[in-house]
């Protein structure tokens, strides 16, 4: 059994913990090198939903975040909100993977080719 057995930790939480361990790995570092380290680290390898839940919590106060977090977040790229991806139901028939001007191709080709 763990020692925190009771406690299972939320999404938030385990969040937090993930980006305060990055803060501290490079918490010995110059500030300046620190917060780009720490910027740098998050844009490689979080996910964009990670990214965004990570601003979600910061712009609602950041408890629990590193200084060094709050720091890097003006680094770290700001994912776009899901509806502005073409996800939900104003999406407009758009299917990711797919072709044709959802996809940004343009269909102008195709209709002379048809003629």
Known sequence: MSHDEGHLMSTSEKLVRMANQIAAFFQS?????????????????????MRRQLFEMLDNGGEGFNELVVAASARIKRPAAPEAMGF???????????????????NAGIAASQK
């Open 29 to 49: 570092k110059p500030r300046e090198e620190g917060i780009a380290g720490v910027a740098e680290h998050i844009n490689k390898f979080w996910e964009p939903r």
């Open 88 to 106: 939900g139901a104003d999406a407009g028939g758009v299917v990711l993977g797919g072709k044709g001007p959802g996809a940004g191709e343009l």
